[in-house]
T-cell receptor, first 113, second 113 residues
Framework: EAQVTQNPRYLITVTGKKLTVTCSQN?????MSWYRQDPGLGLRQIYY???????DKGDVPEGYKVSRKEKRNFPLILESPSPNQTSLYFC????????????FGPGTRLTVT | AQKITQTQPGMFVQEKEAVTLDCTYD???????LFWYKQPSSGEMIFLIY??????QNATEGRYSLNFQKARKSANLVISASQLGDSAMYFC??????????FGKGNQVVVIP
């Protein structure tokens, strides 16, 4: 089944404790991205990647890191999480930068206390 | 400056009636894409419809159609014959040449029997 998976789905952590949210797709997609969703703000793009070893900042990259060492994986790293990073995070992928459809993962709900 | 504007408050619509969700956008790029996504209470993001800036015809997908008015920078979603399962948050989004994807804040729709 074609899908985008994220782990963990739910995470409660403390300020400053490094964490990684994994994202994996099995569709051989070139383009992957991360979003955060906050009430009243919609989804905002954090980082995106157009291919292996190519990543770019989105609209809200501060406090986040990403890597794209393999085509299928695009982990989101929070080196020192803070409470303002409490949010719902989505990973998405699409076949290429010009594709009109993005496949979203199920979301990761992160709480930083 | 906000690139995607969705300003309607939460909407109640009678089952089997049509509903129009407003979306206006702001861009100076000649090439861009417009999307609508549905997010039910379960949280997943579901792609509904896409309109390219050079497309001559309004996009349609089943009960969904996009009323694209380029000069007005408007991309309203029309859902015909509403069903109870259409109750959800709906997001308008735009992808520009630099490949960033910007989302609006969403419209809440509740379909009543």
């Amino acid at each position: 089944e074609a899908q985008v998976t994220q782990n963990p789905r739910y995470l409660i952590t403390v300020t400053g404790k490094k964490l990684t949210v994994t994202c994996s797709q099995n569709m051989n997609h070139e383009y992957m991205s991360w979003y955060r969703q906050d009430p009243g703000l919609g989804l905002r793009q954090i980082y995106y990647s157009m291919n292996v070893e190519v990543t770019d900042k989105g609209d809200v990259p501060e406090g986040y890191k990403v890597s794209r060492k393999e085509k299928r994986n695009f982990p989101l790293i929070l080196e020192s999480p803070s409470p303002n990073q409490t949010s719902l995070y989505f990973c998405a992928s699409s076949p290429s930068r010009n594709s009109y459809e993005q496949y979203f993962g199920p979301g990761t709900r992160l709480t930083v206390t | 400056a906000q690139k995607i504007t969705q300003t309607q408050p939460g909407m109640f619509v009678q089952e089997k009636e049509a509903v129009t969700l407003d979306c206006t956008y702001d861009t100076s790029d000649p090439s861009y894409g417009l999307f609508w996504y549905k997010q039910p209470s379960s949280g997943e993001m579901i792609f509904l419809i896409y309109q390219g800036s050079y497309d001559q015809q309004n996009a349609t997908e089943g009960r969904y159609s996009l009323n694209f008015q380029k000069a007005r920078k408007s991309a309203n979603l029309v859902i015909s014959a509403s069903q109870l399962g259409d109750s959800a948050m709906y997001f308008c989004a735009m992808r520009e040449v630099d490949n960033r994807l910007a989302f609006g804040k969403g419209n809440q729709v509740v379909v009543i029997p």
